[in-house]
């Protein structure tokens, strides 16, 4: 499936398990309106695109699980869930795929 490292930027990152990483989306700077909102008034982003994927979940029987995500989706994610994580100056989130709500088609 896919592979495990993301390579984007440099990044050398190895998911374990069912987690992966998700660099967020920005949030929009203007509201439907055309209020521009401050860095203070924006909400945390609930959508990114998966830049590595682990090789999936060890099940009991000893064989691992299938991720139903892969490199380069766009998903949707819990408001509070993962943990936010820096390379330098960009910015990621390590989620399980639990915490996946929707892929974005």
Request: proline share 5%.
């Given at each position: 499936?896919?592979?495990a490292?993301?390579t984007?930027?440099?990044i050398k990152?190895?998911p ?21 909102l401050?860095d203070?008034?924006?909400?945390k982003?609930?959508r990114?695109v ?5 090789p ?10 299938e991720?139903?995500?892969?490199l ?5 994610y ?5 943990t ?8 990621y989130?390590v989620?399980?795929?639990?915490d996946i ?5």
């Amino acid at each position: 499936m896919a592979t495990a490292t993301a390579t984007k930027k440099k990044i050398k990152f190895r998911p374990m398990d069912d987690r992966l990483l998700v660099e967020p989306v920005e949030a929009d700077e203007r509201t439907a309106g055309g209020i521009v909102l401050p860095d203070s008034a924006r909400e945390k982003p609930q959508r990114g695109v998966v830049v590595a994927v682990g090789p999936g979940k060890l099940m009991d029987s000893g064989k691992r699980g299938e991720m139903s995500v892969s490199l380069g989706d766009e998903v949707f994610y819990g408001k509070y869930g993962g943990t936010e994580i820096d390379f330098g100056t960009d910015q990621y989130v390590v989620l399980r795929e639990s915490d996946i709500l929707a892929i974005v088609d």
